[in-house]
């Protein structure tokens, strides 16, 4: 079974960079799509950028559109976020999560990390 | 992008009640829905996928249903655990996107 553990948030000012990580442990790493989702304090949740497996196929939603960058390692079992020009509304809890394009659900998730961005 | 309307918002009922979610998307995305479960401070947690696939060691309690644009999660005897705020999220098409949330109180 595959667990999940991000690191890297914390507090940067407006127009910073902040590199998210997260390890996975267990099988299937390298075979999934693996996603960064996000929840800003008091808010619901949206999924900011996605990975296939092989890392040759990348989305992001459009407010992280060219700021964001996704990657991955297969052979750490390692996902990234770079996240540059952050802004105010950048504010949240950043998820791990394994997405399946199969059923179509994200499972499992990492405990989150959280990045504030306030001068 | 898909826009994902749940209803209600918020709800508080008994323990033992049967209890219903909406959640509406605003075009066609087959049957590509998950429900997923959050309680303060943790991880969402996967319940149901594919519409009505109950995900591993959820209780079958819960039940989803719904195809094409309105989906139901229903939890057939509410219990003190199911506290917790529920979220569906469409996988027909990137960016896969949420409902709002619904809150789920026991009175």
């Known amino acids: 079974e595959m667990q999940l553990v991000e690191s890297g948030g914390g507090l940067v000012q407006p127009g910073g960079s902040l590199r998210l990580s997260c390890v996975a442990s267990?099988?299937?790493?390298?075979?999934?799509?693996m996603s960064w989702v996000r929840q800003a304090p008091g808010e619901g949740l949206e999924s900011v950028a996605n990975?296939?497996?092989?890392?040759?196929?990348?989305n992001y939603v459009d407010s992280v559109r060219g700021r964001f960058t996704i990657s991955r390692d297969n052979a750490e079992q390692s996902l990234y976020l770079q996240m540059n020009s952050l802004r105010t509304e950048d504010t949240a809890v950043y998820y791990c999560?394994?997405?399946?394009?199969?059923?179509?659900?994200?499972?499992?998730w990492g405990q989150g990390t959280r990045v504030t961005v306030s001068s | 992008d898909i826009q994902m309307t749940q209803s209600p918002s918020s709800v508080s009922a008994s323990v033992g009640d049967r209890l219903t979610i909406t959640c509406r998307a605003s075009?066609?995305?087959?049957?590509?829905l998950s429900w997923y479960q959050q309680k303060p401070g943790k991880a969402p947690k996967l319940l149901i996928a594919?519409?009505?696939g109950l995900h591993a060691g959820v209780p079958s309690r819960f039940t989803g249903s719904g195809s094409g644009t309105e989906f139901t999660l229903t939890i057939s005897s509410l219990q003190p655990e199911d506290a917790a705020t529920y979220y569906c999220?469409?996988?027909?098409?990137?960016?896969?996107?949420f409902g709002g949330g619904t809150k789920v109180e026991i009175k």
């Open positions: 999560a394994r997405y399946s394009s199969v059923y179509g659900g994200f499972d499992p």
């Open positions: 267990g099988v299937g790493f390298s075979s999934n799509w």
């Open positions: 990975i296939k497996g092989d890392g040759n196929e990348i």
């Open positions: 075009q066609g995305v087959s049957r590509a």
């Open positions: 594919v519409a009505s």
């Open positions: 999220q469409q996988a027909y098409r990137f960016p896969l996107t």
